[in-house]
């Protein structure tokens, strides 16, 4: 089985606006409104829409990618990958365009979101920015129980916001967002996040978004028992700080999201070997050949995305000049 290139997966009507710069990335005329988010290798569908599996991938014979995984979990993962995860391909990857400020939220940790969702996964995540701007992450000081309820009940989330770290971003640094963690990504970021494969959001602030009221924000739980899963306790600027990291090749997140995922940044010049197993990869810049141990090869550009099955082996990516990011599942 070949890698094979992924067309975009913008399901409709986001909690955000945006959308534009997704479309820019991929060379591809505009999407329009809402559709802020292009959700990469995707075997989840967006919360709510089990039935109709929107935010599923498919794949260019038609099937959804969560069933050929499926149909044949020792070549899309292969025996190890499924001995310690069982056929989960433990990711979602998405580019994500805020073409507003995103709302003050958080998403849960996996063992919350067992026994209260029955879910089998969390949510954290990475950003790895591609266009700058600012994002809030985290907490400068504790807040109380009551003080997180009364904004999310009132949505008077500036005592909120105000208590949170704030950092300018470039492109090529990444943001990890452990579970429990509030956070906002500001207007004008274009990013690729990795994250755990749910679609769970705690949204202390809704108002001014694609939400039909607090009962779509907080995961049908009402809010004093859905923000349990929100981390409260305050950051000093360091430990807000050591969230964030510049790596020019390599593994490119904080340390501690590898129990998650991994993030590889691979800058390609002449040829590049990488190792075997299930991964997702997003061209940043360049034009790049992606050849596999069995010959297969496809010729890459900017903005396109692939999905690798461990069954291809080692793959090599060549060129004059490439700018590679690779996704794998945690070790």
């Known amino acids: 089985m070949a890698p094979i290139i992924l067309s975009s997966n913008q399901p409709p009507d986001r909690l955000y606006d945006g959308g534009p710069k997704i479309s820019a990335l991929r060379s591809e005329p505009p999407s329009g409104p809402m559709k802020s988010e292009d959700w990469v290798a995707s075997t989840t569908c967006c919360a709510g829409c089990e039935e109709s599996k929107l935010g599923m991938s498919k794949l260019p014979d038609g099937r959804l990618l ?3 995984v499926a149909a044949d979990p020792d070549t899309w993962l292969g025996s190890d990958h499924i001995q310690r995860h069982g056929v989960d391909t433990k990711l979602l990857l998405k580019l994500l365009d805020a073409g507003q400020r995103l709302p003050v939220h958080a998403h849960p940790h996996r063992d919350w ?7 089998r996964h969390g949510k ?5 920015i591609l266009t700058p701007g600012e994002v809030h992450i985290g907490l400068k000081e ?25 950092f300018d971003v470039k492109p090529h640094q990444v943001v990890y967002v452990p579970p429990g963690t509030l956070h906002s990504i500001g207007k004008g970021v274009l990013v690729v996040e990795l994250q755990e494969p749910e679609d769970l959001s705690i949204l202390v602030e809704w108002k001014g978004f694609n939400v039909s009221g607090p009962e779509g924000a907080h995961l049908g739980l009402g809010y004093p028992t859905a923000l349990t899963a929100v981390n409260r306790k ?6 807000a700080a050591k969230l964030i990291t510049s790596v020019e090749s390599g593994s490119t997140a904080a340390k501690e999201s590898e129990e998650y995922f991994i993030l ?30 069995s010959d297969e090869r496809l010729d890459l550009k900017k903005g396109n995305t692939v999905v690798i099955p461990h069954g291809d082996g080692e793959f090599v990516l060549e060129g004059s000049f490439g700018d590679v ?7």
């Open 66 to 68: 969560a069933d050929a």
């Open 113 to 119: 979101a067992k026994k209260h969702l029955g879910a």
């Open 124 to 128: 954290a995540e990475a950003w790895y």
């Open 142 to 166: 504790d807040v109380s129980e009551q003080e997180l309820l009364d904004a999310a009940n009132t949505q008077n989330i500036d005592p909120i916001l105000s208590r949170m770290h704030r």
């Open 234 to 239: 305050g950051w000093s600027d360091e430990e």
């Open 264 to 293: 590889e940044r691979v800058r390609v010049s002449g040829s590049q070997k990488c190792a075997p197993g299930f991964a997702i990869m997003v061209v940043l810049e360049g034009d790049v050949a992606l050849k596999t141990a």
């Open 325 to 331: 990011l690779v996704a794998r599942p945690p070790k």
